[in-house]
C-alpha cells in the first residue's frame, strides 16, 4: 500500500523557520520518483511549491523561491522542505505529492498544517 506520511508543521512566528517531512512507502521509491509539495490557504486554490526530479534537479514557485529549499534521502526513501523566512502568507496545509505514470494514479499524503502568527 502506497503512503505518504508528512509530519513537521506547527505554529511559528513570522521569520522562522520549519522542516517539513514526508515518508513514503509501498511502491514509492524517491529515487525513481518526481516528488513535489504543494499548500493549500483557506479559501485558495492549492498550489505547488516545490518538486524534485528521480535526477534530483529542483523547482520552485516564485513566491517561495530562495526560502524553501526541497531536498531527499534516498536511503530514508523521504522529502524534506526547509522553510525559512516564514510569512504569515505561508499559512496553508501542505501536502506531499507524487505521481506513478505507470498506473497513472496521483498519491498525496495527509497533509501538515503550518501556521505563521505573532
Known amino acids: 500500500q502506497v503512503q505518504l506520511v508528512e509530519s513537521g508543521g506547527g505554529l511559528v512566528q513570522p521569520g522562522g523557520s520549519l522542516r517539513l517531512s514526508c515518508a513514503a512507502s509501498?511502491?514509492?521509491?524517491?529515487?525513481?520518483?518526481?516528488m513535489a509539495w504543494y499548500r493549500q490557504a483557506p479559501g485558495k486554490q492549492r498550489e505547488l511549491v516545490a518538486s524534485i526530479t528521480s535526477g534530483g534537479d529542483t523547482n520552485y514557485a516564485d513566491s517561495v523561491e530562495g526560502r524553501f529549499t526541497i531536498s531527499r534521502d534516498i536511503a530514508k526513501n523521504t522529502v524534506y522542505l526547509q522553510i525559512d523566512s516564514l510569512k504569515p502568507e505561508d499559512t496553508a496545509v501542505y501536502y506531499c505529492n507524487t505521481y506513478d505514470p505507470r498506473l497513472r494514479i496521483d498519491y498525496w499524503g495527509q497533509g501538515t498544517q503550518v501556521t505563521v502568527s505573532s
Open positions: 509501498g511502491s514509492i521509491f524517491i529515487r525513481i520518483y518526481a
